[in-house]
């Protein structure tokens, strides 16, 4: 019998659910091993490990990957100081809403730039969603959500751009061969005009929201430097991630499949 022929093929609702199961796990594991990384208010945690069901939402078909994202937001909540009840009513949905509108929007608009402008965007209204509803769960000041918008961007976003590209590259040789890595990415290996412009533009958009932030509401930037944090140092070293290696993302992971059309 030959290989091709002795080859195990998972059905469509198989591979549905190994998403699931792999988007949780991996998500879960990510978040505790950042668990033990003081946050403030002792809130949430720094939220590194979203590349992780971020990279699955690129390749990977998207409510599953969505879906996923939700289990492993509550299992890996155990791990930074998160209640059971805490996570359902914030961390979960928020989860869910900005992985599944990220993994839609990249898989809508195809090319590179669409996935710096997603990641800029929900990944900012899904930290939103789990702000309002941790303040008003909690009972904390209502000053202090945009100040948590802005915290778990500035570690989100980066870890979003920086890894992602670099997780595409490695996998590139299985796309075609897998169920599960169903959806690879169109991001050309050259940078066009119009792409990089789109990059800077979010990247932009990323300081000014930061900015605003800072310059309109210093009592929740204070309050939220405790615990030996500087909320304005970690945003200006994410702010330099996103702007320079923003228009970067396509070069590392891209193929050349559409290089002339990406250079024009």
């Known amino acids: 019998m030959s290989s091709k022929g002795s080859r195990v093929q ?18 879960a594991v990510g978040k505790a091993v950042t668990g033990f990384i003081p946050t403030p208010w002792n809130v949430g945690e720094v939220l590194i490990a979203v590349f992780l069901p971020a990279f699955m939402a690129v390749v990977a078909e998207t409510l599953p990957v969505a879906i996923g994202t939700g289990i492993g937001t509550f299992i890996g909540d155990y791990f930074v100081r998160t209640t059971p009840i805490l ?10 809403v900005g992985i599944l509108l990220f993994g839609w929007f990249v898989k809508k608009y195809k090319s590179w730039s669409s996935f710096v402008a997603a990641t800029v965007a929900f990944l900012t209204l899904g930290n939103l969603i789990a702000a309002v509803n ?10 202090l959500i945009l100040g948590f918008v802005v915290y778990w961007n500035t570690t989100g976003i980066p870890a979003i751009i920086v890894a992602v590209p670099l997780l595409v590259r490695a996998v590139r040789p299985l796309f075609g061969r897998s169920r599960i890595l169903a959806n690879p990415p169109e991001w050309s290996s050259i940078a066009g005009r119009r792409q990089v412009a ?4 979010f990247g932009m958009l990323y300081v000014l929201i930061g ?3 800072f310059l309109g509401d210093s009592a929740s930037v204070a309050a939220l430097s405790n615990n030996g944090l500087s ?5 200006a070293v994410a702010a330099i991630v996103v702007i320079v290696f923003g228009p ?17």
């Open 248 to 264: 970067l993302a396509s070069v590392v992971a891209g193929s050349r499949v559409g290089a002339k059309q990406a250079a024009r």
């Open 198 to 201: 789109v990059a800077l533009l």
């Open 134 to 143: 941790v303040v008003l769960f909690l009972g904390l000041p209502t000053g």
């Open 231 to 235: 909320l304005i140092g970690y945003f």
């Open 211 to 213: 900015a605003v932030i």
């Open 87 to 96: 996570s359902l009513v914030a961390g979960v949905p928020a989860n869910f």
């Open 10 to 27: 998972l059905s469509p609702t198989s591979a549905r659910v190994a998403v699931i199961a792999i988007t949780a796990a991996t998500y």
